[in-house]
T-cell receptor
Framework: DVKVTQSSRYLVKRTGEKVFLECVQD?????MFWYRQDPGLGLRLIYF???????EKGDIPEGYSVSREKKERFSLILESASTNQTSMYLC????????????FGPGTRLTVL | AQKITQTQPGMFVQEKEAVTLDCTYD???????LFWYKQPSSGEMIFLIY??????QNATEGRYSLNFQKARKSANLVISASQLGDSAMYFC??????????????FGTGTQLKVEL
């Protein structure tokens, strides 16, 4: 079974803090993704990576950065957290071939006070 | 314009009945894929079913089937014999093209399904 894990299920941070969200997959997938999910807006892609040290902006990259130093790990970084970044964050991974579906982690619910 | 539209924010269905969740999409790319995911209250996204734009037959996976009407650009999910465990949020998603982009998906806003006794 594919397993995608995220470092925390719930996280509370203060405005201005630097926040790291970690995602690890154990299936040697080339592609990894970060989404945020907000009520009424569905899932929106923040960043994705199709190889180590490669990254591409998604639909809403502002205020976020990412790091992929190892194939299995993809980190989302909030350089200076703001209250409008309070959300559910979902990590996903997939094979490089486009016909393959994405597999998701359990999500991290981040609250910025 | 929305690429994926789910017009039903919420749906109710009686246990053992069938239910259809609507999804329409917008793309000019001749090659695309359509996905349905289920998200229970626990939060994890679970892949249900996939339909490729060139697939001749509608996709089926157990109690799930995808009613693919290419000319109408619709990809409705049909759940047969609903069970209480089917209560969840359901998302329709689309992947456009076959090159580059790392298999990006665009998601709809979701439909909350509640199965009642």
């Amino acid at each position: 079974d594919v397993k995608v894990t995220q470092s925390s299920r719930y996280l509370v941070k203060r405005t201005g803090e630097k926040v790291f969200l970690e995602c690890v997959q154990d299936m040697d997938h080339e592609n990894m993704f970060w989404y945020r999910q907000d009520p009424g807006l569905g899932l929106r892609l923040i960043y994705f990576s199709y190889d180590v040290k490669m990254k591409e902006k998604g639909d809403i990259p502002e205020g976020y950065s990412v790091s992929r130093e190892k194939k299995e790990r993809f980190s989302l970084i909030l350089e200076s957290a703001s209250t409008n970044q309070t959300s559910m964050y979902l990590c996903a991974s997939s094979r490089r071939l486009v016909l393959h579906t994405q597999y998701f982690g359990p999500g991290t619910r981040l609250t910025v006070l | 314009a929305q690429k994926i539209t789910q017009t039903q924010p919420g749906m109710f269905v009686q246990e053992k009945e069938a239910v259809t969740l609507d999804c329409t999409y917008d793309t000019s790319d001749p090659s695309y894929g359509l996905f349905w995911y289920k998200q229970p209250s626990s939060g994890e996204m679970i892949f249900l079913i996939y339909q490729g734009s060139y697939d001749q037959q509608n996709a089926t996976e157990g109690r799930y089937s995808l009613n693919f009407q290419k000319a109408r650009k619709s990809a409705n999910l049909v759940i047969s014999a609903s069970q209480l465990g089917d209560s969840a949020m359901y998302f329709c998603a689309m992947r456009e093209g076959v090159t580059g982009g790392g298999n990006k998906l665009t998601f709809g806003t979701g439909t909350q399904l509640k199965v009642e006794l």
